[in-house]
């Protein structure tokens, strides 16, 4: 038990509708991160947020776009869903990104399927 | 871009034998990390190296980093059932903060 909880656990969506999925971080942390997992594969960094501000992106198109709020709970929103969204996304939560070796803790996840 | 390898992708295992995960990245980091992943499950944080030479050991596993070589090791010994997942590496920088960049994951099955 990690402490970060995410919501919802799994969600089913259209091509072309919107998702807003939520993160809440563990106590005490600032930082939380978004990864997109695809099948079989390692999770891809979508973006980081420090203290309400977006601190870092990783190689996503812009229709993903994220929020924290000052309590550092996290959403992660994508517009015009594609079929190649359908993954896990998982969120992970950690104290600030800039003390060396600091561990992330992640989230349950959110299993996305797009149809 | 910072690139993560790992080999093998795929381990099958008996019981009771001893094995090494090879985790390989291709820049200079200053943190690595072992995770575990259960099927349909989340990351559960196994290690956390943070220095040339550094080695941890939680029960039947084993990790360690060696920065010269840009190479992390996960050995396991005498493998139980209950040790079937896939594991993955990450690694970060400092100049990415604690963007972690992951490797392709090696899932191992123990067979009894």
């Known amino acids: 038990e990690t402490g970060v909880t995410q919501s919802p656990t799994h969600l089913i969506k259209t091509r072309g509708q919107q998702v807003t999925l939520r993160c809440s971080s563990q106590?005490?942390?600032?930082?939380v991160s978004w990864y997109q997992q695809a099948l079989g594969q390692g999770p891809q960094f979508i973006f980081q947020?420090?203290?309400?501000?977006?601190?870092g992106r990783g190689n996503f198109p812009p229709r993903f776009s994220g929020l924290q709020f000052p309590n550092y709970s996290s959403e992660l929103n994508v517009n015009a869903l594609e079929l190649d969204d359908s993954a896990l996304y998982l969120c992970?939560?950690?104290?600030?990104?800039?003390?060396?070796?600091?561990?992330?803790?992640f989230g349950q996840g959110t299993r996305l399927t797009v149809v | 871009e910072l690139k993560v390898e790992q080999n093998p992708l795929f381990l099958s295992m008996q019981e009771g034998k001893n094995y090494t995960i090879y985790c390989n990245y291709s820049?200079?980091?200053?943190?690595l990390y072992w995770y575990r992943q259960d099927p349909g499950k989340s990351l559960e944080s196994l290690f956390v190296?943070?220095?040339?030479?550094a080695v941890k050991q939680e029960g039947r596993l084993m990790a360690s980093l060696d920065t010269k070589a840009r190479l992390s090791t996960l050995h396991i010994t005498a493998a139980v059932h209950d040790l079937s997942a896939t594991y993955f590496c990450?690694?970060?920088?400092?100049?990415?903060?604690?963007?972690?960049?992951f490797g392709t994951g090696t899932s191992l099955t123990v067979i009894p």
């Open positions: 992970a939560s950690s104290l600030d990104f800039r003390v060396s070796g600091t561990e992330a803790f």
């Open positions: 106590s005490g942390h600032n930082t």
């Open positions: 947020y420090y203290r309400e501000e977006e601190n």
């Open positions: 820049t200079t980091s200053d943190r």
């Open positions: 190296l943070l220095s040339n030479g």
């Open positions: 990450a690694v970060a920088t400092r100049d990415t903060g604690n963007q972690f960049y």
